[in-house]
C-alpha cells in the first residue's frame, strides 16, 4: 500500500506563487506516475501536470508556462511549483500516485487565489 499526504497550499494574492509537496510512502518501489489534480467548487476533477519515474512531464493547457512539477527522483516526493496565479487556479489540489495509473490519494490541499 502507499499512503499520500500533500502540503503547501494557502491563500495567495493573484500574480503571487505557491509550492505544493506531495509526499509518498509505504511501497514507493511500486510507484511510477504521480500527479496533481485539482476540483474548484461546483466543477469536476481535472489533471492539472503529471511526472512519470523517467521524468516525462504533461501538463495541462491552462497551466503551461505557470506551474513546474518536479519530483525527487526516487518517486517519494513530487512538488508543484505554481507561479503567476490567477483567482481561476482557485481549488483543491490532490496529489495521486501508482504503478500505471493513479491508485492512490491524498486528502488534497485548498488553494485560494484573490483577486
Known amino acids: 500500500q502507499v499512503q499520500v499526504a500533500e502540503s503547501g497550499g494557502g491563500l495567495v494574492q493573484a500574480g503571487g506563487s505557491l509550492r505544493l509537496s506531495c509526499v509518498a510512502s509505504?511501497?514507493?518501489?511500486?510507484?511510477?506516475?504521480m500527479a496533481w489534480h485539482r476540483q474548484a467548487p461546483g466543477k469536476r476533477r481535472e489533471l492539472v501536470a503529471i511526472?512519470?519515474?523517467?521524468?516525462?512531464?504533461k501538463y495541462a493547457d491552462a497551466v503551461k508556462g505557470r506551474f513546474t512539477i518536479s519530483n525527487d527522483g526516487a518517486m517519494n516526493t513530487a512538488y508543484l511549483q505554481m507561479n503567476s496565479l490567477k483567482p481561476e487556479d482557485t481549488a483543491v489540489y490532490y496529489c495521486?500516485?501508482?504503478?500505471?495509473?493513479?491508485?492512490?490519494w491524498g486528502q488534497g490541499t485548498q488553494v485560494t487565489v484573490s483577486s
Open positions: 495521486g500516485a501508482g504503478p500505471i495509473g493513479l491508485n492512490f
Open positions: 511526472i512519470s519515474r523517467s521524468g516525462s512531464t
Open positions: 509505504g511501497r514507493i518501489s511500486s510507484i511510477n506516475v
